[in-house]
């Protein structure tokens, strides 16, 4: 991850195992060849060149996503697509997560 963070995660979306990959909906998943841990998230501007917000992380079941993490995916999906990382509440506090 240090590697990752300090190179760029765009420029670890190439090669024939990539560590960073796009899933779907603009969502991307972090992970390592020898691990089934995944960090799902998506990058702040959609294209690669600002922060990476890391929404959720599973370890995967098998060697496919399942529903259920497919699932966890597609939420990471609706967060982006409504801003919800950013949303406040009434005191203009950030949320906690949950």
């Known amino acids: 991850m240090k590697r990752l963070v300090a190179n760029g995660f765009a420029l670890h979306e190439r090669g024939d195992h990539p560590p960073v990959r796009h899933e779907w909906n603009g969502v991307y998943r972090i992970g390592f060849v020898d691990s089934k841990f995944r960090i799902i998230g998506f990058y702040e501007d959609g294209k690669g060149t600002t922060e990476f917000i890391a929404i ?4 995967k079941s098998g060697q496919g ?3 259920k993490e497919r699932a966890r995916i597609n939420e990471v999906a609706r967060v982006k697509q409504e801003h919800d990382w950013r949303k406040v509440t009434d005191d203009g506090f950030p949320r906690l997560s949950q």
Do not use: I
């Open 56 to 59: 959720d992380a599973f370890h």
């Open 65 to 67: 996503l399942s529903a």
